[in-house]
């Protein structure tokens, strides 16, 4: 069984910044690639930034500049350092892992409950 744990999630007004983190643990052999993921009210869900074991990232358009996300290998965790918050960020913030449980088996995704992030104007 696999857990993530996220947190850092809140209230924050336009311009500010927050923390977001999330914690795996579990049957984990190794991860490959964490992201974050968000969803807005009436949206689809949508990739914001993801990291590779290796240290290789990837972020959306719109928040290139103003988040940075980060991971230490060694305690299966991953940041989202996000500023210059706008209301246009607001969305459910959701953990993904791409992980195997074993060396042998194909890598399998992993989904946190997710963590509120509101930017009020």
């Known amino acids: 069984q696999v857990r993530l744990v996220e947190s850092g999630g809140g209230l924050v007004q336009a311009g500010g910044s927050l923390r977001l983190s999330c914690e795996a643990s579990?049957?984990?052999?190794?991860?490959?690639?964490m992201a974050w993921y968000r969803q807005a009210p009436g949206k689809q869900r949508e990739l914001v930034a993801s990291?590779?074991?290796?240290?290789?990232?990837n972020y959306q358009d719109s928040v290139k500049g103003r988040f940075t996300i980060s991971r230490d290998n060694t305690k299966n965790t991953m940041s989202l350092q996000m500023g210059s918050l706008s209301p246009e960020d607001t969305a459910v913030y959701y953990c993904?892992?791409?992980?195997?449980?074993?060396?042998?088996?194909?890598?399998?995704?992993?989904w946190g409950q997710g963590t509120q992030v509101t930017v009020s104007s």
């Open positions: 993904n892992i791409r992980y195997k449980s074993s060396a042998y088996v194909k890598d399998r995704d992993y």
């Open positions: 579990g049957s984990i052999f190794s991860i490959n690639v």
């Open positions: 990291i590779t074991s290796g240290g290789s990232t």
